[in-house]
């Protein structure tokens, strides 16, 4: 079992920067492969990016590629997210996920992972 948390989240600028938080209980964060989703109001909820369990290997949606870096810091039990010159498009409920697996397999779809945090509100005024 792992409980995710996710902070960070607010109001930003267009063109600003953001940092989102993912931080997990457990003494085993180091063994979940984790990833971040957004919905947005009337949307389904969409792959952001993803991490290995070691941080060694990144993945990301095109719609943000370039603009967002996913990271993790195992020691601190924790997941990032930096946001830089986010875009109102990028409004979202920001969620982050987890599942204890070396396998990466369809790592960007929401039903590959089994644990969720309860999601941080990204706004973006246009």
């Known amino acids: 079992q792992v409980q995710l948390i996710e902070s960070g989240g607010g109001l930003v600028q267009a063109g600003g920067s953001l940092r989102l938080s993912c931080a997990a209980s457990?003494?085993?964060?180091?063994?979940?492969?984790m990833g971040w989703f957004r919905q947005a109001l009337g949307k389904e909820r969409e792959f952001v990016a993803a991490i290995s369990w070691k941080g060694s290997n990144t993945y990301y949606a095109d719609s943000i590629k370039g603009r967002f870096t996913i990271s993790r810091d195992n020691a601190k039990n924790t997941m990032y997210l930096q946001m830089n010159s986010p875009k109102p498009a990028d409004t979202s409920v920001y969620y982050c996920?987890?599942?204890?697996?070396?396998?990466?397999?369809?790592?960007?779809?929401?039903?590959?992972?089994?644990?969720w945090g309860q999601g941080t509100q990204v706004t973006v005024p246009s």
């Open positions: 996920a987890a599942r204890m697996t070396i396998s990466e397999t369809t790592i960007t779809t929401p039903g590959f992972y089994n644990y």
């Open positions: 457990g003494r085993t964060f180091s063994s979940y492969v």
